[in-house]
């Protein structure tokens, strides 16, 4: 059984970096054809896609995020880590780490998220930006 557990800094300060670590057990992120994903879900708002990095290693973005996101893993560790540079109130949200097959188009270019694609997930953590 596959296990995500996502943690970090619940309270970031505008401006500055979020990073958030998805811890994953009970199967190797290096290893099957997954793709490993940030997810958020901000107040009141449905769920949007923020990027995701391949079993190989590569990364894709929502372009929108692009310049502000970095994804990267750990195989030692098996962690995967979310990077979110200069954050501002509205990237206050419930950040997720879910696991897929495929990432679909429409997830790349809108960051629409299709629960069904995902088949494990994390609890999610809250992180709230405010001064």
């Known amino acids: 059984q596959v296990q995500l557990q996502e943690s970090g800094p619940g309270l970031v300060k505008p401006s500055q970096t979020l990073s958030l670590t998805c811890t994953v057990s009970g199967g190797s992120i290096a290893t099957n054809y997954n793709y490993w994903s940030w997810i958020r879900q901000p107040p009141g708002k449905g769920l949007e896609w923020i990027g995701a990095i391949h079993n190989s290693g590569g990364t894709i973005y929502r372009p929108s995020l692009k310049s502000r996101t970095s994804i990267s893993r750990d195989t030692s560790k098996n962690k995967i880590t979310l990077q979110l540079t200069s954050v501002a109130p509205e990237d206050t949200a419930v950040y997720y780490c879910?696991?897929?097959?495929?990432?679909?188009?429409?997830?790349?270019?809108?960051?629409?998220?299709?629960?069904?694609?995902?088949?494990?997930w994390g609890q999610g953590t809250q992180v709230t930006v405010s001064s």
């Open positions: 879910a696991r897929s097959k495929t990432i679909g188009a429409q997830t790349i270019t809108r960051g629409t998220v299709d629960r069904g694609e995902y088949d494990y």
